[in-house]
């Protein structure tokens, strides 16, 4: 495994994952949000120069990259050895670990936390800005050949100690 892609919802560890991966195997790691934002969480970048930035990252030997921004996830799918699907079995378990994920980091703001579990809410079913947008499990649906499912962080801690 040299080239390894995570997707998955908000809050499910794919960072905290492919920090481990990336410790484990000797693989550098890079997120989705690098390539999206030029400023962490406040100045997005053009679409064209996020893709051309990650698309360098996807002709290298050997990389892991994290995300749950579809269209920068997109271009690396063919050329991934394996894919990590990181998913919640249901919305309640989801928001439990953003709420806590809000209290342990120490966030100041609220706002920004209750509009994630929106967004979550949305995407998930479909609603309001989200509706008629593809779901993470139908961009992995051509690739499950190569395709690993984790929906515990049980699994999660089984998968990084087998390896």
Do not use: C
Not at 7 to 28: H, M, P
Not at 32 to 37: C, I, K, N, V, W
Not at 53 to 67: A, C, F, M, Q, R
């Amino acid at each position: 495994m040299k080239k390894i892609i995570i997707i998955g919802d908000a809050g499910r560890g794919k960072t905290t994952l492919a920090e481990k991966l990336s410790k484990k195997l000797g693989v550098k790691h890079y997120s989705t949000d690098d390539f999206y934002y030029r400023k962490k969480f406040s100045e997005i970048r053009g679409r064209e120069e996020s893709l051309e930035l990650i698309s360098k990252v996807y002709y290298n030997d050997s990389w892991i990259v994290e995300g749950s921004t579809q269209w920068l996830l997109q271009s690396g799918l063919n050329s991934a050895d394996i894919i990590i699907y990181l998913k919640y079995n249901n919305i309640i378990s989801q928001w439990l670990v953003l709420i806590k994920r809000h209290f342990t980091r120490g966030d100041k703001n609220i706002w920004h936390t209750i509009l994630l579990l929106r967004h979550v809410l949305y995407k998930r079913y479909g609603w309001g800005h989200k509706k008629g947008k593809i779901k993470h499990h139908e961009v992995v649906a051509p690739y499950l050949d190569k395709t690993i499912i984790l929906s515990s962080f049980k699994e999660i801690e089984a998968f990084i100690n087998e390896i």
